[in-house]
């Protein structure tokens, strides 16, 4: 859909014709339903994503009208005619729906927090959980007067003691969100979890026998009056159980022993950095930690999980950065060797790399390595595997992405002024530097940030706590 195909010359003119999807459609009950159209790469085949799951035993209609275009001569695209008016192609095909289903599916969730299977969820870290939806299931969530349900509720279970406990939540249908506070679960430290959606009946306020008429005559004989007992049941008298409305798989997870992301940082012990040598004045630096909790795959690297076409989308809980207004090697040695006055002109640019994912300077260019970087909650085993492995480390390796930076950036300034391009007097000393190697016995101070996952995998940055690396 909106290739180019050469049909013939018209008039001397080349004319190129393409068809175009000018309207698709849906709608059900009269209503237009909201979604989004997606192509493959070819451009052939065309999805239409409901914003909600479509309704349940509805008929449902679509509507689509292609267009076409021609372009003569390489003039800009114009409608194709037919007389007097434009060209078109109309197609239109009914259906009916399913059942739809009376629960969350998993692979319907995109992200949440508590992440499922993590194992080191920090309670005070914030109080914002959310599971949020890929379509929409706002009928769910609507609780009319004349539903069977009193409340529904996230339920959060203890599966060491069964304990549970029931708390609010809202479901924000524009952004197909529920959203909770984590605080009302009053969880506990070092515990396994399962989060629910449960829908709780109405309170039972008839007695048991509300359902059943006294019917009883009296009957006069010669010698008695005798009352005969006829009772009779006038209705069907209903008894109804908790629902759970989330996949019967679950969502489980287990809290740290620590609060919040920087008491765990504080108990942890960092030892001085270790230099690993890359190449010339280029070294890596292992700062090895010890601790009683480390890190989980969820946090160290984040987690992609793909469902019936669905993907399930964590970004890494715990992301570091170097704190290069406080590092003595940056600012004495590799901001006047290199990066001051950065983005410079007359096009000279860092291109080895791409410059937004580890920054300009370079401070993501360091990272946790765990030797367990996989471990996660097994659900079907629901104990702590524990992640006290003594191979954790910081890897600071700010050092190879500086000294290819500064290797790039004077090729690129060697070449401008070959070609007569002025640069600055920065840039022409830059010519003749080498590379500043990190400095010995030193402090390196960076900083620990924690994200939540926010949407469809994004993250949102929840706090941030300060570590001071030290080298040998």
Do not use: C
């Not at 009208?65 to 434009?86: H, K």
């Amino acid at each position: 859909m909106g290739s180019e195909w050469i049909s013939d010359v018209f008039d001397s003119y080349l004319v190129d014709f393409r068809a175009k999807l000018d309207k698709l459609e849906v709608t059900s009950g009269g209503q237009t339903l909201a979604g989004v159209l997606k192509w493959n790469p070819d451009k052939d085949v065309a999805v239409f994503q409901t914003h909600d799951v479509l309704p349940s035993q509805a008929s449902v209609t679509v509507k689509a009208r292609l267009i076409f275009e021609e372009r003569r001569g390489g003039r800009p695209w114009q409608m194709v005619n037919a007389g007097d008016s434009t060209f078109t192609e109309e197609k239109q095909v009914s259906f009916t729906t399913g059942t739809a289903p009376n629960y969350v599916p998993l692979f319907n969730i995109a992200s949440s927090y508590p992440v499922i299977n993590q194992l080191h969820l920090h309670k005070g870290e914030t109080n914002q959980g959310s599971i949020q939806l890929h379509m929409g299931q706002r009928y769910l969530f609507e609780l009319g007067n004349d539903s069977e349900w009193e409340s529904q509720k996230i339920r959060w279970t203890n599966t060491q003691t069964g304990e549970k406990t029931d708390i609010d939540f809202t479901y924000n249908a524009s952004t197909k969100n529920l959203e909770f506070n984590i605080s009302e679960a009053g969880l506990q430290p070092a515990t396994i979890y399962q989060l629910d959606i449960v829908n709780l009946p109405k309170a039972n306020t008839t007695a048991l026998d509300a359902n059943v008429r006294n019917d009883a005559k009296t009957i006069v004989t010669n010698t008695d009056t005798v009352t005969v007992a006829n009772k009779k049941i006038t209705a069907t008298q209903q008894n109804y159980q908790e629902q759970s409305v989330l996949d019967a798989e679950g969502i489980y997870f287990r809290t740290s022993k620590y609060n919040t992301l920087a008491d765990k940082l504080s108990a942890l012990q960092f030892q001085k950095g270790n230099f690993m040598f890359v190449m010339s004045n280029v070294d890596v630096m292992y700062n090895y930690i010890k601790g009683d909790e480390l890190f989980d795959k969820i946090e160290l690297e984040g987690i992609v999980v793909s469902r019936n076409g669905y993907q399930y989308n964590i970004p890494p809980l715990i992301q570091l950065e170097a704190d290069f207004d406080q590092t003595p090697w940056y600012r004495q040695k590799l901001d006047p060797t290199i990066y001051n006055g950065y983005p410079f002109s007359q096009g000279i640019d860092i291109n080895w790399r791409q410059p937004t994912s580890i920054g300009v300077p370079p401070i993501k260019g360091l990272g946790l390595s765990q030797f367990e970087t996989r471990v996660t909650l097994n659900p079907t085993d629901l104990t702590y595997p524990g992640t006290n492995a003594p191979y954790l480390h910081v890897f600071y390796d700010i050092a190879y992405y500086a000294a290819n930076d500064l290797s790039n950036l004077q090729h690129t300034v060697a070449n401008a002024i070959a070609q007569g391009t002025k640069v600055s007097s920065h840039l022409n000393d830059m010519l003749t530097k080498g590379f500043p190697p990190m400095m010995i016995n030193a402090s390196y101070p960076i900083k620990v940030k924690y994200f939540i996952p926010k949407g469809t995998g994004n993250g949102e940055k929840i706090s941030t706590t300060n570590v001071m690396l030290k080298s040998y």
